[in-house]
């Protein structure tokens, strides 16, 4: 028998065994988007436009694979719950596959690109097949609205962990195995251990945790889609949430060639920069947590969000900037991306925990897939529009292994991609935050109410069975 899920606070084991699983999201989340399009155009040699399209094609199926995926750990059934066997069985996948995309057994050319394209499609589908259980667990494991929020901090903490981890040390990784396309072997080898860490860490964490009860859901796939979508709150913070997230991509996309072509600085500036945007984010996260019980979660992450466009707006005048004060807006950035990240994924439980009090139905694998199909489909979004933004503005590719001298143009597109378009994408999207009405009191209600039809349920079968005479 499944164990409901607690009123109370989590054990503190749970918590952080729980929050090991973003050693994967985050790797898998940060590292294609940082280096696979430099790896592409500055490696391999492929053109920004077409390069772009192999970056967000492959993760563009995860829009139709991610429903599924949650579809089918709903009506999982275990000795280890639905969730958790996909944590194992889709981490490891996703570690293996992680290291083919940066294998180049083909070398440079046609067969190179393609190889990459179907690496990065296997690799994505394994990442739907682990991220969309392991994130629809929160709400499952707990009913309380703030120990979710707790839940979710240590998550973010971890999460802004493994994006500094991986995207810091990856370039040095690459740059120490001898750049090209050795280095990038190291490097995939690399991240897919942190994948494998972090995969191992959440199964083995969660372990005794309670698992909840997954209800019975919808019989089929539009019928799930259909009740999600009828889910309002929802409905803007996904919106939201994907348009947000495509405009972070976009600056993760944008780091390596911003270092090299606006700071001049190919070696050293990666690492700096990923240091100065997600090391904030550790020290902040209780900062934010005080923020959103002051303020709630939906003023929170507007306030977060708006940080965070502001901060890429700043960072049109790196050019004449001093290295030292463009690091210091990058850490703004940080700031701002800590508690946007934190708020969006401390509301979808509420949204899930919501529908379950109106449908009576516990069906968290639909929302978190359709949650992570637009996150993965943002995140894959961003380096999109980084590529032909470059292409637009005439970047010149490379297959040396080193990036090409570029134009005024080039490095004007450069600049743009990495401020501008970020900004556009990232502030005015919290305006749909003012349809999402889900507080902690208008949950409550649906939860009492919920609770009160249960109990009227329990107790007219207990009258007709009282009628039944042996």
Sequence with gaps: MKTP??????????????????????????????????????????????????????????????PVAGRISDRTRSRWGARRPYLLIGGLALAVLFASIFAAPFGNGPAAVAYVAFAFLATATAFAFFQVPYVAMPAELTDDYAERTRLMTWRIAVLALAILVSGALAPLVVTAGGDGVAGHRWMGLFVAALIALGALGAFFGTRSAPTGTVGGSEPTLRAQLAVAGANRPFRMLLICFVVQSAGVATILAGVNYFAGQILRDDESGPTLLFVCFVGPALLVMPIWTRVGARLGKRTALVVASLILAAGAL???????????????????????????????????????????????????????????????????????????????????????????????????????????IPALLVAPPVLLLRRYTLTPAVLAAAVTHDRRVDQEVAVGNRHEKGTITP
């Design 314 to 420: 700043a960072l049109v005048a790196a050019p004449v900037l001093p290295p030292v004060a463009v690091y210091l807006v990058v850490a703004v950035l940080g700031v701002g991306y800590a508690g946007q990240q934190v708020f969006a994924l401390a509301m979808l439980p509420d949204c899930i925990a919501y529908d379950t009090a109106r449908t009576g139905r516990r069906q968290a694998g639909v929302f978190t897939g359709l949650w992570t199909a637009g996150e993965t489909f943002g995140l894959a979004l961003g380096p999109g529009i980084y590529g032909l933004v470059l292409q637009l503005s005439g970047y010149v590719s490379s297959d040396t292994g080193t990036a090409a001298a570029q134009s005024d143009s080039a490095r004007l597109g450069v600049l743009l991609g990495f401020t501008i």
């Design 5 to 66: 899920p607690g009123a109370g606070s989590l054990p503190r084991g749970v918590h952080a065994g729980y929050a090991l699983g973003s050693l994967a999201t985050g790797a898998f989340g940060t590292v294609p988007g940082l280096l696979l399009l430099p790896y592409l155009t500055d490696t391999l040699g492929v053109a920004a436009g077409l390069a772009a399209l192999l970056v967000l094609l492959p993760k563009a199926w995860d829009v139709l694979v991610n």
